[in-house]
């Protein structure tokens, strides 16, 4: 477990970027916002993954990214509903974790360069009950444009850390760590789903 950790920071760390002042200048394994999503994937692949986070008529829907992967064992893109061009709105980075401890240290690690990144965006940190997985964590460090993140782009690194009483109640779910990347559009809709 040590070695997988130790490798998730070296190789998170030695992305190469500058300091960014728009959200769409972060990647998560060659995505950004705003990207057509079917430049990497075709129609059949998108429309056959859909994670079903999200009700059937909403106006997103997250499909689960089927290209090559170096450095997240999952990723996930929120896309428009009959949208042709699948642009991008969003976009999920996660890898399994086994325990609370080592998650929130390389946590941190990736929070210290996100502030490197975005130096100029609002910084919030804390913990709160997940909000669909009542007995479950999640820790976050966010970056947003406007002090209000969920009314505006932002960027967090989480560890969603699932409680046993949720794994009883909803069968195998596991502790992740997450960067994710999400536009204004997206996330206003989302906190008024």
Same mark, same amino acid.
């Given at each position: 477990?040590?070695?997988?950790?130790?490798?998730?920071?070296?190789?998170?760390?030695?992305?190469?970027?500058?300091?960014?002042?728009?959200?769409?200048?972060?990647?998560?394994?060659?995505?950004? =916002?705003?990207?057509?999503? =079917?430049?990497?994937?075709?129609?059949?692949?998108?429309?056959?993954?859909?994670?079903?986070?999200?009700?059937?008529?909403?106006?997103?829907?997250?499909?689960?990214?089927?290209?090559?992967?170096?450095?997240?064992?999952?990723?996930?893109?929120?896309?428009?509903?009959?949208?042709?061009?699948? @642009?991008?709105?969003?976009?999920?980075?996660?890898? =399994?974790?086994?325990? @609370?401890?080592?998650?929130?240290?390389?946590?941190?690690?990736?929070?210290?360069?996100?502030?490197?990144?975005?130096?100029?965006?609002?910084?919030?940190?804390?913990? &709160?009950?997940?909000?669909?997985?009542?007995?479950?964590?999640?820790? =976050?460090? &966010?970056?947003?444009?406007?002090?209000?993140?969920?009314?505006?782009?932002?960027?967090?690194?989480?560890?969603?850390?699932?409680?046993?009483?949720?794994? @009883?109640?909803?069968?195998?779910?596991?502790?992740?760590?997450?960067?994710?990347?999400?536009? @204004?559009?997206?996330?206003?809709?989302?906190?008024?789903?």
């Amino acid at each position: 477990m040590r070695i997988f950790l130790l490798l998730f920071i070296i190789i998170f760390s030695l992305q190469s970027w500058t300091k960014a002042d728009d959200i769409r200048d972060f990647e998560i394994e060659g995505l950004s =916002i705003g990207d057509n999503l =079917i430049e990497y994937m075709t129609v059949n692949q998108i429309i056959n993954n859909d994670q079903g986070n999200y009700p059937v008529d909403s106006k997103f829907y997250e499909i689960s990214y089927s290209g090559y992967l170096t450095q997240y064992e999952y990723v996930n893109v929120g896309i428009k509903r009959n949208d042709d061009n699948f @642009k991008i709105y969003f976009i999920r980075g996660m890898n =399994i974790v086994k325990n @609370k401890k080592d998650c929130l240290k390389i946590k941190e690690t990736i929070a210290e360069d996100l502030k490197e990144l975005f130096p100029k965006f609002y910084f919030l940190e804390g913990s &709160q009950k997940h909000y669909y997985y009542k007995n479950s964590t999640q820790y =976050i460090s &966010q970056f947003s444009v406007t002090s209000d993140a969920n009314k505006s782009d932002h960027a967090r690194v989480e560890c969603m850390i699932i409680n046993d009483k949720d794994k @009883k109640i909803h069968g195998e779910l596991v502790s992740t760590l997450e960067v994710i990347i999400a536009s @204004k559009e997206f996330n206003v809709w989302l906190d008024n789903l």
